[in-house]
């Protein structure tokens, strides 16, 4: 498989091939609809962000691939929704790693890799092990610089990190030290991978693992913008690098508050890095995070904003997420409110490059290259919500029908249980999913259980 990405400039009736566009794809963890500004974030100050989006698409209505890590980035990763991935969780693999995806998969750093760009990721995987077929060096990725395993990621002073194959020692980091902070060290490998490639297209994947607890980083200047801005109750961790206990955190809020600037930084330093190479009207950026938050109700005003719980449910606060998706002249400044998924971008990066998609290669997502770069409508009226082979919910057009619950909102017991009642919403103009209107529409529920059906058949 093969393929040259191309934009096209016009010059009287002739056609000019320009430079094949970069990519620059920003993946937050556990990043809430309301912690940054740009979506209402009061509090904590995200100005690059908030810059980007002015000057990007924003999208009120993206969602990510899964409600936990794993398998939301496997449905980035393969274009395909959780009831149809290979890792449909967060299983472990001790003493480092995670489920690996099968050797054959056709990932997104494949496909950019077989369109002539180099590829990186710098920040956590989380979809294999070391030593496994699933390494980011064995699925695409020319460089690779973080954590293999996303329960090790908990650590922000770890005592390894990875490049390509090789392990990174931190021995100043032992016995629980915090000496070397990894996300600074990522971001300088990031950047330099930017440097490296200037004169070639590239795809950079940057994973950061901010704002995922655990509670830790250097008390510098940002953090000392918020350090004694709210009343807080100390956290007392129980660190342990094999199960991914967390660190104590004395000012748990002010640390929160500083890493999610922090992510704004590193945002901002890309966007920088870009004008001053002279790519930033050459490359796309996309700024979005890879489920809903885990602190979802705090005096900063609530990472999950207007939207109903968080990580690990089934309610908007677990899926939709902030995004933004950035090229100077090319994505013109707006407030998007059509529906797209991540696993969307995976079919966009196809038609952008040029390249026919593969007649065995399955794809849950949608072209969204209209909705980007032609103001068009969504591709996509229609998001399903699974966990494995379980079909949760269902979202058409402005609706959104429960199958199923899951209890424990973190997923630790997985119990899977049918709503007391048939649970719709209306989600544009009842984003908190507040009002239950199944009694009021019953041919609504009638329309989404049979489009659920269907395609739990197909």
Known sequence: ISGTLLLVGMSGCEKTPERPMNVVYILADDLGYGDVGCYGQQIIKTPNIDRMAKEGMLFTQHYAGCTVSAPSRCSLMTGLHTGHTQVRGNREITPEGQQPMREDTYTLGKLMKSAGYTTGIFGKWGLGNPGSVSIPNKMGFDEFYGYNCQRQSHSFYPDHLWHNEEKVLFPENENNACKTYSQDLIHEQALKFIR?????PFFAMLTYTLPHAELNLPHDSIYKMYENSFEETPYIGKFDKVYGGYNTSEK??????????????YVGDVMAELKELGLDKNT?????????PWLTEHENGGSAGPLKDGQGTWWE??????????????????INDEIMTSMDLYPTFLSMAGIEQPKDLVLDGVNQ??????EK??????????????????RKGEWKYYFKTIKDQYLRTCKIETPAEPLLYNVETDISERFNQAEKHPEIVKLLIEAGEKHKKG
């Open 377 to 394: 409508h969504s591709a996509r009226d229609e998001v399903y919500y699974w966990w494995g082979s379980e079909l949760m919910a269902i």
């Open 252 to 265: 748990p809020l002010a640390s929160f508050a500083a890493m999610v600037s922090r992510l704004d930084k």
């Open 369 to 374: 290259t209209g909705l980007l770069f032609e």
């Open 317 to 334: 606060g677990g899926f939709r997420v902030p995004a933004i998706c950035w090229m100077l002249g090319k994505i013109n400044p707006a």
């Open 284 to 292: 796309i950026v996309i700024f979005t995070s890879d489920n809903g």
């Open 196 to 200: 490296d490639h200037k004169e070639q």
